[in-house]
């Protein structure tokens, strides 16, 4: 981490031992953000969070007589989120995930598996939505706001045709 560009986090600011946590330099989390850092977490450099972001490195078995409760076993994998990630308001990225370089995380979205670098993806769970120009270097502001609002629109625009029962895409 660069001193000169030491990471702002808002309050409040959860996790579960906060030593499984590399952060790199200029990063900003929003407010409410929770960490379960079970298992280690790297965040980037120039990443940005929306408020209420959440990244769970811990999970438990699908079985339920598995699960057995409190006595029951739970995992964790490792999350990498790499460098100019903007991860949108109310985000889940789910164990084992890694965001790759230059990527739009819609808000809302449920990350379920991997994010190929310069993607945006949304939705529950989260799909690619539109590939980026990795070459134009890291997003301007504008630029991803505007990319999230069309993934937005597109997610939106695909749940009101399966409601209205059209398979067309």
Same mark, same amino acid.
């Given at each position: 981490?660069?001193?000169?560009?030491?990471?702002?986090?808002?309050?409040?600011?959860?996790?579960?031992?906060?030593?499984?946590?590399?952060? #790199?330099? &200029? %990063?900003?989390?929003?407010?409410?953000?929770? @960490? /379960?850092?079970?298992?280690?977490?790297?965040? =980037? *450099?120039? +990443?940005?969070?929306?408020?209420?972001?959440?990244?769970?490195?811990?999970?438990?078995?699908?079985?339920?007589?598995?699960?057995?409760?409190?006595?029951?076993?739970?995992?964790?994998?490792?999350?990498?989120? #790499?460098? &100019? %990630?903007?991860?949108?308001?109310?985000?889940? @990225? /789910?164990?084992?995930?890694?965001?790759?370089? =230059? *990527?739009? +995380?819609?808000?809302?979205?449920?990350?379920?598996?991997?994010?190929?670098?310069?993607?945006?993806?949304?939705?529950?769970?989260?799909?690619?939505?539109?590939?980026?120009?990795?070459?134009?270097?890291?997003?301007?502001?504008?630029?991803?706001?505007?990319?999230?609002?069309?993934?937005?629109?597109?997610?939106?625009?695909?749940?009101?045709?399966?409601?209205?029962?059209?398979?067309?895409?």
């Amino acid at each position: 981490m660069d001193a000169a560009s030491p990471p702002f986090i808002e309050p409040p600011f959860r996790c579960d031992y906060g030593y499984n946590i590399t952060v #790199g330099s &200029d %990063v900003y989390m929003n407010f409410n953000c929770c @960490v /379960l850092d079970c298992n280690k977490v790297t965040i =980037g *450099s120039r +990443v940005l969070f929306g408020p209420n972001v959440q990244i769970y490195t811990a999970a438990h078995p699908l079985a339920g007589s598995l699960r057995n409760g409190t006595k029951g076993p739970e995992y964790a994998l490792p999350i990498s989120i #790499g460098d &100019d %990630v903007w991860v949108g308001g109310g985000a889940i @990225v /789910l164990p084992g995930v890694s965001i790759g370089n =230059g *990527s739009v +995380v819609g808000a809302g979205a449920v990350v379920t598996r991997n994010v190929e670098p310069y993607t945006v993806v949304a939705g529950n769970p989260a799909r690619l939505v539109r590939r980026l120009n990795p070459e134009a270097g890291p997003l301007k502001p504008e630029e991803a706001a505007a990319a999230v609002a069309e993934a937005e629109a597109d997610v939106a625009a695909k749940a009101a045709r399966a409601t209205n029962g059209s398979s067309s895409a």
